[in-house]
């Protein structure tokens, strides 16, 4: 079955990347909304149609056309993930893209707008919630528990029956051993390898790592 033209969100570094997997997988890409360039007249972006702001999208039925998150997302910026909140509530089906270098196991589930990046390998029975970016490289293992709106960034490692919250960010090239849990909205930083659970809306960066941050109040645990 042909599937729907796709409208990209977004004109920046993530959405370059997006753009190259639509073409990769020839998706029909309608064009790009981004305000950035809306708003200084900017009518092409890398070949693309300048929509305009997310506005041009609602010139669409949702049932005619799919979307594609190209927002980024680093910790502190819930953009990427009030754009997916708002669109799939009026309706609107974000695509799920997977690059054709990537090696998922059998029995993974993916949800709905998830990406996975050129060289990613996901492994038997792991569950992928929604918005989620597995980014260039990343590796999660067995049995994995991945919830929404995460962002695995390049080269980072899960071992087997991780459990990554909603909301989470783990940077380039952190690695999480087996088992471990990683509560809503915790911060792993780059090259950090993580060996006991890290509570909720915690930071834990530097190897080896400082003691954690509770982002909410900025203190640390001990
Ligand atoms: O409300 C908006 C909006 N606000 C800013 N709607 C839409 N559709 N687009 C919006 N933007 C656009 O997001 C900006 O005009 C800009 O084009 C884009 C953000 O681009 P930037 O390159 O700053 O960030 P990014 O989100 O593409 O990438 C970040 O996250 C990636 C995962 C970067 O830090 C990358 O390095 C990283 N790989």
New binding site residues.
């Given amino acids: 079955m042909k599937q729907a033209p796709v409208i990209l969100?977004?004109?920046?570094?993530?959405?370059k990347?997006v753009l190259d997997l639509l073409q990769i997988l020839n998706r029909q890409v309608l064009g790009v909304?981004?305000?950035?360039?809306a708003d200084k007249g900017i009518q092409q972006w890398r070949g693309l149609p300048v929509l305009g702001?997310?506005t041009a999208i609602e010139q669409y039925h949702p049932d005619r056309i799919e979307l594609a998150n190209?927002?980024?997302?680093?910790p502190g910026?819930s953009?990427?993930r009030r754009?997916h909140d708002q669109y799939t509530r009026q309706g609107y089906w974000f695509t799920t893209l997977i690059h054709p270098s990537a090696v998922l196991g059998s029995g993974v589930k993916l949800g709905q707008g998830v990406q996975v990046m050129a060289g990613v390998i996901v492994q038997a029975d792991t569950q992928l919630g929604d918005n989620i970016?597995l980014?260039t490289g990343a590796r999660i293992d067995h049995d994995g528990r991945i919830g929404h709106h995460v962002?695995i960034?390049p080269g980072a490692v899960l071992s087997g029956d991780a459990w990554v919250a909603n909301d989470c960010h783990i940077g380039p090239g952190a690695v999480i051993i087996q088992g471990v849990k990683l509560g809503q909205g915790a911060v792993v930083g780059a090259g950090t390898t993580v060996l006991s659970e890290l509570p909720a809306h915690y930071q834990l960066t530097g190897q080896p790592p400082r003691p954690p941050v509770d982002l909410n109040m900025g203190s640390k645990t001990s």
């Fill in positions: 969100l977004g004109a920046g570094g993530h959405a990347v909304c981004d305000p950035g360039l702001n997310d190209g927002i980024g997302s680093l910026n953009l990427r754009l970016i980014n962002h960034a």
